[in-house]
């Protein structure tokens, strides 16, 4: 028997698998980069907590320079970074929203995020 009725079906295939692939990759290819940026934010964000906590600087000082760092890491200029002194520790609270054009959906990416100095730094 001939199957003629099936003539097509692996190109279909391939066409929908292929463009779930391209989809995934360049979805990918648009939120790693500012999720990579942020999780690095993270780690500058504990360095001048620690900083500032061992140097005896006020919170503020972890804020500006924070803020001085903001434009490398693409931050938005509209961040809301939040420095204060609780139990006797630095504390900074970062929070900004970073829209990700993706093909007809902009995503949000929220960032909110809070580094405390660490205990045993901490002066008396």
Same mark, same amino acid.
Not at 81 to 101: A, F, G, H, S
């Given at each position: 028997?001939?199957?003629? *009725? +099936?003539? *097509?079906?692996?190109?279909?295939?391939?066409?929908?698998?292929?463009?779930?692939?391209?989809? $995934?990759? &360049?979805? *990918?290819?648009? &939120?790693?980069?500012?999720? @990579? =940026?942020? !999780?690095?934010? #993270?780690?500058?964000?504990?360095?001048?907590?620690?900083?500032?906590?061992?140097? *005896?600087?006020?919170?503020?000082?972890?804020?500006?320079?924070?803020? #001085?760092?903001?434009? +490398? &890491?693409?931050?938005?200029?509209?961040?809301?970074?939040?420095?204060?002194?609780?139990?006797?520790?630095? +504390?900074?609270?970062? =929070?900004?929203?970073?829209?990700?054009? @993706?093909?007809? &959906?902009?995503? !949000?990416? +929220?960032?909110?995020?809070?580094? #405390? $100095?660490?205990?045993?730094?901490?002066?008396?």
């Amino acid at each position: 028997m001939r199957r003629s *009725g +099936e003539r *097509g079906n692996a190109n279909l295939k391939f066409l929908v698998v292929m463009t779930i692939l391209v989809g $995934s990759a &360049y979805a *990918g290819y648009l &939120y790693v980069p500012v999720a @990579f =940026q942020a !999780n690095t934010y #993270k780690d500058l964000m504990q360095h001048y907590v620690d900083v500032a906590a061992t140097q *005896g600087y006020p919170p503020s000082w972890a804020g500006e320079q924070l803020m #001085k760092s903001a434009p +490398e &890491y693409e931050i938005p200029a509209n961040a809301i970074i939040t420095p204060l002194r609780r139990d006797n520790r630095i +504390e900074v609270r970062v =929070q900004y929203v970073r829209v990700i054009e @993706f093909p007809g &959906y902009p995503y !949000n990416y +929220e960032f909110d995020h809070t580094v #405390k $100095s660490t205990a045993f730094l901490a002066f008396k």
